[in-house]
């Protein structure tokens, strides 16, 4: 049974950075898209960014393209959202998603199969 456990949320100020990790559990990821979601109070589920786990290429929306980077540890099979130059708008719920079988990393929420519970970041002006 495929897990996905988000860790690294918390408090930052406006500027500052975070590091989240999603460890997978569950079976081998070759073949997978790992992808990060977020979600803001009241808003739906934004596509940050998602990476091929064979291969580590990677994808981005536009709203962080350029300050948040996605990777990815085969050894420890854990994926990492690092989050540079933080805006009180990043502040939401971030989730991991995995898709298996994906040949393309796509922001369409429905095409992944699983869901870590997600960890709140939240950032301060």
């Known amino acids: 049974q495929v897990q996905l456990v988000e860790s690294g949320g918390g408090l930052v100020q406006a500027g500052g950075s975070l590091r989240l990790s999603c460890a997978a559990s569950?079976?081998?990821?070759?073949?997978?898209?790992m992808a990060w979601f977020r979600q803001a109070a009241g808003k739906e589920r934004e596509f940050i960014g998602g990476?091929?786990?064979?291969?580590?290429?990677?994808y981005y929306a536009d709203s962080v393209k350029g300050r948040f980077i996605i990777s990815r540890d085969n050894a420890k099979n854990t994926v990492y959202l690092q989050m540079n130059s933080l805006k009180p708008e990043d502040t939401a719920v971030y989730y991991c998603?995995?898709?298996?079988?994906?040949?393309?990393?796509?922001?369409?929420?429905?095409?992944?199969?699983?869901w870590g519970p997600g960890t709140q970041v939240t950032v301060s002006s």
């Open positions: 569950g079976r081998t990821f070759t073949g997978y898209v």
């Open positions: 990476i091929r786990w064979s291969g580590g290429s990677t």
């Open positions: 998603a995995a898709a298996a079988g994906a040949v393309i990393i796509t922001p369409r929420a429905t095409r992944y199969d699983y």
